[in-house]
């Protein structure tokens, strides 16, 4: 955490009334000066009382803490939205603490009532309303709230101070950015307003608000936030090189570096205990135990009965392979596609053989109709994330197995198109795709109808083995990571095939596509040639 400055006689004050605060559900109800870390006083005077110390202005405005489960951040943050509802002496102003769900909600409202009902003073201080979740001071009429986060929290006045706990969570809902942006709008006045946000890492790869969130604070901390940030960073997670480091982060000797409560809250035997009866019991509840408890990003995912490929997906990634890059770099090229309904992805993947190496060269991208963000709400966040990186493309049915069959005549003008099964796709509903193809001239023996399950079996082992001894590069796209990591293994028969781990909530559409083409590829091709191409008038262009 960054070494702020602050004004000295604002924050003894504002420690003075937080340390008197009692747990109220803690045998004896230890007042926080004993329950209480040093870690998250640091943040409290970062917050409440930071001030540059020639301008005397507030140098905090918005902070985002990333701590693992357990260490008492609801507690604490309920503490800390009493003492900045102390603090403010403003009148009638409106003050948030805003949660994901009502169960969290509620127990950070349960926190702060508790916390006054175990003081006679504070209860001549603030007036509890129970049934609206609201708590008064009552010599100013400044009102601290808590809510439950939906698209209608802010109303009327703009907020002076919001505290978000469990904003990962935000990164679900599809209007939580206009909801941020709401929020922020109180910064921006003369009167100014402040965001704390306090999370652990999600359940899942950061999506929406809590992605764009996560990366602004990781820039901020290292040092590339521009010159004047207003957020403080305060980020328990290890190196990013670390958190792909298996041993490392299972090393429990590792663990206490990022428990900032070890000893209060957290009792490190009882965790270790957890984790050796229940975290590991399989590798997804491992994926999900350690991004909750040692805030380990899910990107791909482990091993188990996810894809053993997922394993080494990223590291084979290459941000400069452009569909443009692969046709240049490649001998022969093949397309591979797959789709469904309107609440699916449409996939389509070209897989180039490199010139002189032979290496595999892997370019994706997936199409969708605008239908699938209603449809898939819960993922919604997510795929405006893709679009935003320029892996996925929304459109009308029409026109996307138009611009797919226009990306498979791309790679046919460049003379990379074999002669015989330059591209693979499922046979189920793909009429459209076949007729496209065929007003770009591809089709007859050019188009090969693939069986779908365990047919595709040979791919899912091939691509292992060239991720594996890295003999393949792809386009590192966020949106194949995420495909990648989608893919549950299930044995059928003497074969693998690849399925979803849930239904609605994730796609694997686009790793189809990729094992489409790969069974292509795997079969040796060589390139028609464009030569070959203009005497049998197939070339469009």
């Known amino acids: 955490m960054a070494d702020i400055p602050f004004n000295a006689e604002r924050a003894l004050k504002a420690l003075a009334f937080f340390n008197r605060l009692r747990l109220p559900d803690v045998p004896g109800n230890p007042p926080l000066a004993e329950a209480c870390g040093d870690w998250f006083r640091d943040i409290l005077v970062a917050f409440l009382a930071s001030e540059d110390p020639e301008t005397k202005q507030r ?21 800390l939205g009493l003492t900045a509802l102390f603090m403010e002496e403003a009148p009638n102003r409106q003050m948030l603490i805003v949660a994901p769900s009502q169960n969290i909600s509620e127990r950070c409202f349960d926190q702060a009532q508790g916390m006054i009902r175990l003081d006679t003073r504070l209860d001549a201080i603030f007036k509890v309303q129970d049934h609206l979740k609201c708590i008064t001071r009552r010599k100013t009429g400044t009102k601290l709230d808590v809510k439950t986060f939906d698209t209608s929290i802010v109303t009327g006045e703009i907020p002076i101070l919001t505290i978000i706990d469990e904003v990962h969570e935000l990164g679900k809902k599809a209007k939580a950015a206009a909801v941020m942006q709401q929020i922020r709008g109180g910064g921006i006045t003369k009167q100014g307003g402040q965001v704390l946000m306090i999370t652990t890492q999600s359940d899942e790869a950061p999506a929406g608000i809590w ?8 820039a901020v901390r290292d040092g590339k936030g521009g010159k004047t940030p207003i957020l403080l960073p305060v980020l328990y997670e290890f190196p990013a090189e670390l958190q792909r480091d298996q041993d490392f982060w299972r090393d429990q000797r590792n663990w206490e570096l990022l428990l900032p409560n070890a000893g209060r809250s957290i009792d490190l035997q009882r965790l270790i205990a957890d984790y050796e009866n229940n975290g590991r019991a399989t590798a997804e509840t491992e994926q999900i135990w350690a991004s909750q408890h040692l ?15 997922a394993e080494y997906w990223d590291l084979r990634a290459d941000k400069t392979l ?32 490199e010139k002189v190496t032979r290496r595999w060269l892997v370019w994706c991208h997936a199409f969708a109709h605008p239908k699938v963000l209603e449809i898939r709400k819960e993922i ?34 460049a003379g990379l198109l074999p002669e015989k099964n330059a591209v693979g796709f499922d046979p189920n509903n793909i009429a459209a795709f076949v007729d496209a193809l065929a007003l770009q001239k591809i089709d007859g023996f050019m188009l090969h109808r693939l069986r779908q399950g365990p047919a595709l079996s040979p791919a899912l082992w091939g691509l292992e083995h060239k991720l594996s001894d890295n003999t393949i590069s792809h386009d590192g796209s966020a949106m194949m990571s995420w495909s990648v990591g989608n893919v549950k293994i299930e044995v059928k028969g003497n ?47």
Request: aromatic fraction near 6%; proline fraction near 3%.
């Open 59 to 79: 140098l905090v405005w918005e902070l985002l803490c990333m701590v693992p489960k357990k260490n008492s951040k609801t507690t604490y943050v309920a503490g």
């Open 322 to 353: 452009t569909l443009k890059a692969l046709i240049e770099r490649s001998e022969v090229a093949v397309v591979g596609a797959d789709g469904g309904g309107l609440d699916d992805l449409f996939g389509v993947c070209v897989i180039g053989r």
């Open 211 to 218: 992605k764009t969130e996560l990366k602004k604070a990781r």
């Open 295 to 309: 805030n380990i990003e899910i990107g791909v995912g482990l091993a188990g009965d996810g894809w053993r490929g």
């Open 380 to 413: 919604a966040p997510r795929l405006q994330d893709f679009k935003e990186e320029g892996a996925l493309t929304f459109c009308e049915v029409s026109e996307y197995v138009e611009k797919i069959a226009a990306i498979a005549a791309q790679v046919r003008d």
């Open 495 to 541: 074969g693998n095939m690849a399925t979803k781990q849930a239904a609605g909530r994730t796609k694997i559409d686009p790793v189809i596509a990729m094992l489409c083409a790969a069974i292509l590829m795997s079969w040796n091709p060589e390139a028609f040639g464009n030569s070959v191409y203009r005497e049998r008038g197939l070339l469009v262009a």
